[in-house]
């Protein structure tokens, strides 16, 4: 089972802040398969990005994800006051999935 | 517009068995394109996935409670469910069931609103 361990655990930033997210991988995963969620207090998860780097339906262009083999990023590149959140990312690989610990964005 | 719906017990006892099930609305639960999953999360913690299922009934389990859970679908009510036998305090958690792509998109891309289940005599 692959685990994904993501850093740091908080990020205090202010709005209009870059936010950088990563997440390792104990073991390489194909691009295709890693993904990001914003979740917010009280809510279910949302899909922010797919495939390591495409944005999920009405996701905005502030978002942006890259990343290959073990280690990915998540960036935020001026974050807006909906962004304070948790943030998650996931993979799949042989049928198995796994989420990472989790990134909290925290208003500085 | 697609719709899910987790219903079950909130109250579960100890080494019991905690009972789910997920209603899907706005489109087929047996369309070839998505598997249907149960995630988990404790409270104060992170998200767990615990397994998923194809409308033909293929599963796929989380390793560590794969001895617990069975999920299973009905198409004709175009539902899926959750059981997971011996439960204990760990098994607190807020369950939420989505809508799980396949192929190159196998992430989750529609969730229920969660619905918790606390585990105590």
């Known amino acids: 089972e692959i685990v994904l361990t993501q850093s740091p655990g908080t990020l205090s930033l202010s709005p209009g802040e870059r936010a950088t997210l990563s997440c390792r991988a104990s073991q390489s995963v194909t691009s295709s398969f890693l993904a990001w969620y914003q979740q917010k207090p009280g809510q279910a998860p949302r899909l922010l990005i797919y495939g390591a780097s495409y944005r999920a339906n009405g996701i905005p262009d502030r978002f942006s994800g890259s990343g290959s083999g073990t280690h990915f990023t998540l960036t935020i590149s001026r974050l807006e006051p909906e962004d304070f959140a948790v943030y998650y990312c996931?993979?799949?690989?042989?049928?198995?999935?796994?989420f990472g610990g989790g990134t909290k964005v925290e208003i500085k | 517009q697609m719709h899910l719906q987790e219903s079950g017990p909130g109250l579960v006892k100890p080494s019991e068995t905690l009972s789910l099930r997920c209603t899907v609305s706005?489109?087929?639960?047996?369309?070839?394109?998505?598997?249907w999953g149960w995630i988990r999360q404790p409270p104060g913690k992170g998200l767990e996935w615990i397994g998923s299922?194809?409308?033909?009934?293929?599963?796929h389990y989380k390793p560590s409670l794969k001895s617990r859970v069975t999920i299973s679908v009905d198409t004709s009510n175009n539902q899926f469910s959750l059981k997971l036998t011996s439960v204990t305090a760990a098994d607190t958690a807020v369950y939420y069931c989505?809508?799980?792509?396949?192929?190159?998109?196998?992430?989750?891309?529609?969730w229920g609103q969660g619905t918790r289940v606390i585990v105590s005599s």
């Open positions: 706005g489109g087929p639960i047996s369309s070839s394109s998505y598997y």
């Open positions: 299922i194809y409308y033909s009934g293929s599963t």
């Open positions: 989505a809508r799980l792509g396949t192929g190159y998109y196998l992430v989750f891309d529609h």
């Open positions: 996931q993979q799949y690989d042989s049928s198995l999935l796994t």
